[in-house]
């Protein structure tokens, strides 16, 4: 029997990032929002280029470094192109992308999420373990039940059922593990995956596409 060795769920925002920061407005630490915009300076030959954020509080304005002092003929013309056009995609693809120290304490998605599943490979095996890899790009703050709970399409509580039968074999599965954001990257090893809290789990994690979540 052909059994995957590997099944990878990658998790994405569903709605804008944003970069929590101090906001002087508000006097606070606030999620300032991408405004799909670009501020740009040219001085010379070179260009200096920012993605504006706003706080959806106050409307204070952040600009977040794209670069500075570039060369013009350096780039594309389909990125001068982008930036002068206030193209979206391009301006969601840069903010998806890890923040610098200096930008912010934290970056997660303003609104749900999305889960894009893969095998990965098929080994042949009659053992029902499996590794389920996890993979946040965006580092998103969600928590491992929150995800894995979506993923099965189960309740949280099913998923916390399941920790406690062993069926995750590493890390081990206390609660507080549970609760906690998913890093960047994990791999979750999976044995007896034949249970009675949810006997079609194997099929569960076999499944491909996209799921979304709230």
Not at 15 to 42: M, Q, W
Not at 51 to 72: H, I, K, S
Not at 104 to 111: D, I, K, L, P, S
Request: aromatic letters at 6%; hydrophobic letters at 40%.
């Amino acid at each position: 029997m052909s059994l995957p060795l590997y099944v990878q769920w990658k998790i994405l925002g569903a709605n804008t990032l944003y970069i929590e920061r101090h906001c002087a407005g508000c006097g606070r630490n606030t999620p300032f929002v991408s405004t799909d915009k670009f501020r740009l300076n040219a001085n010379g030959n070179r260009l200096d280029a920012w993605l504006v954020y706003a706080c959806p509080a106050c409307g204070n304005r952040w600009n977040r470094t794209l670069f500075e002092r570039r060369p013009v003929r350096s780039l594309p013309q389909a990125t001068i192109d982008a930036l002068q056009e206030n193209d979206a995609g391009f301006a969601r693809t840069f903010a998806a992308q890890p923040p610098r120290r200096t930008d912010g304490f934290r970056r997660g998605a303003a609104g749900p999420f999305r889960i894009e599943k893969t095998i990965l490979s098929l080994a042949r095996s009659v053992d029902d373990t499996l590794d389920l890899v996890l993979l946040n790009p965006a580092n998103l703050h969600v928590r491992l039940d929150r995800v894995l709970a979506e993923g099965l399409a189960v309740s949280r509580a099913t998923v916390h059922k399941l920790a406690a039968t062993s069926v995750f074999r590493s890390p081990l599965m206390s609660r507080k593990v549970l609760r906690q954001p998913i890093r960047e990257r994990s791999v979750l090893e999976m044995q007896g995956l034949n249970q009675h809290v949810l006997p079609d789990l194997h099929e569960r994690l076999l499944r491909q596409g996209q799921t979304q979540g709230e």
